[in-house]
């Protein structure tokens, strides 16, 4: 038997309402992407500011209009950040040290932690997690002092534990995060592993972290971002220069009596620098992790 074609008739009504409908149409998507234009140009204008900056001589930055091209382009910048004088090998290393173990013990505390709260049981569990998690309803700053008094009293001040040592025993986002993610891994899944035979270390390594692979990357971003832009308590514990992280050192380059914005704008770049190539990095992982967030 052969099928009859269904023929479509579109009513008048309707025929007249296309136009305007593609007129609404036209005008949303025009003023969603103003928007989104206006948006990256405040996003993205700050961070061309500086590249531009960095590329200019002070005398052409104090002569010029701040905004336009450098002419001639110059790295006088960077090699003096380089040079004896500034020494900024220091910053970055000191820098790279303390995220690399703080992104290390967090990470770490953090999986075990939630982990322990999502899956094993325990007496007060919930309670422990919860009143843990409140703890993020406290500011930073108000923490300051004591965890300042706590590190002079073990003479900590000035040294890389001073730096580390308060911070590197996880974070309640970063459990709370994991734990929700670890609470939805499929029972069957656990089950299975049970039966044959899988521990609780192996359930953790084997199975757990496989599947929450993507919002362990965005975690893993998040702290690095969060640990590498850190400036008010190394500033407080570590004010030697030898010491001192790369946004303390950038903040020293600016003196009572001159700006060095060009200096300041290069240092920032390279501060910069980083953070950009790992968001490159894990950018699939980052926008599964969202997906992924968002079905659940």
Avoid: H
């Avoid at 930055?61 to 004088?85: I, K, R």
């Amino acid at each position: 038997m052969t099928e009859q074609p269904v023929a479509t008739v579109t009513s008048p009504a309707r025929a007249r309402r296309t136009p305007s409908a593609r007129a609404s149409r036209l005008l949303a998507n025009t003023l969603t992407y103003a928007f989104l234009i206006a948006g990256a140009a405040l996003m993205l204008g700050p961070f061309l500011f500086s590249l531009i900056t960095s590329l200019k001589t002070p005398q052409q930055f104090n002569t010029s209009w701040p905004v336009s091209l450098p002419d001639p382009v110059t790295a006088q910048n960077f090699t003096s950040l380089f040079s004896e004088q500034y020494n900024f090998v220091v910053p970055i290393a000191v820098t790279a040290q303390v995220v690399l173990v703080l992104v290390a013990g967090q990470m770490l505390c953090s999986v075990l932690a939630a982990y322990a709260f999502a899956q094993l049981r325990f007496p007060g569990r919930d309670t422990l997690f919860w009143v843990y998690v409140a703890t993020l309803m406290i500011p930073a700053v108000v923490t300051i002092i004591p965890l300042y008094s706590m590190m002079t009293s073990l003479d900590l001040k000035n040294t890389f534990a001073g730096l580390v040592l308060p911070f590197m025993f996880g974070s309640p986002y970063a459990i709370f995060l994991l734990r929700e993610n670890f609470r939805s891994t499929p029972a069957d899944v656990l089950d299975a592993a049970i039966i044959d035979g899988a521990g609780v270390w192996r359930r953790l390594w084997q199975i757990m972290v496989p599947m929450n692979t993507p919002i362990l990357a965005t975690l893993l971003l998040i702290t690095v971002v969060t640990q590498w832009n850190n400036f008010m308590w190394p500033l407080i514990i570590a004010p030697a220069e030898e010491w001192n992280v790369i946004t303390v050192a950038t903040a020293a380059l600016q003196t009572q009596y001159a700006g060095n914005w060009t200096l300041v704008m290069a240092a920032t770049t390279i501060a910069i620098a980083p953070l950009v190539t790992l968001f490159v990095i894990f950018q699939k992982q980052i926008t599964s992790s969202l997906g992924v967030t968002g079905v659940r």
